[in-house]
């Protein structure tokens, strides 16, 4: 059974540092690309980061310099570094699965599992 759980959300200041993990069961986070999207409130989901089976990131431009995506083979868990938190960094965050061992921009292809979500929130 393909599960993603999440952990690491909480509340934090402007400019603070949290960082999130994505713990995988019943495949091997080596072995496909996976994502990591948030969703504020009243907002659509959005891909934030996507890292290859090769270990290649990429990520929004939003985040692009704040945030680190990597991966933990052994562990089987993934990890998204969150520095220099702002406000609009407010939002459940989310991991994914792709279908395949490559990411389309920042984003997984084929996504085939989600996570539960965890919440971070950032006061100014």
């Known amino acids: 059974q393909v599960q993603l759980v999440e952990s690491g959300g909480g509340l934090v200041q402007a400019g603070g540092s949290l960082r999130l993990s994505c713990a995988a069961s019943?495949?091997?986070?080596?072995?496909?690309?996976i994502g990591w999207f948030r969703q504020a409130p009243g907002k659509e989901r959005e891909g934030v980061s996507c890292?290859?089976?090769?270990?290649?990131?990429n990520y929004a431009d939003s985040v692009k310099g704040r945030f680190t995506m990597s991966r933990d083979n052994a562990k089987n868990t993934v990890y998204l570094q969150m520095n220099s938190l702002k406000s609009e960094d407010t939002a459940v965050y989310y991991c994914?699965?792709?279908?395949?061992?490559?990411?389309?921009?920042?984003?997984?292809?084929?996504?085939?599992?989600w996570g539960q979500g965890t919440q971070v929130t950032v006061s100014s």
């Open positions: 890292i290859s089976i090769g270990g290649s990131t």
């Open positions: 019943g495949f091997r986070v080596a072995y496909y690309a």
């Open positions: 994914a699965a792709g279908g395949s061992s490559y990411c389309s921009g920042y984003v997984p292809s084929n996504i085939g599992s």
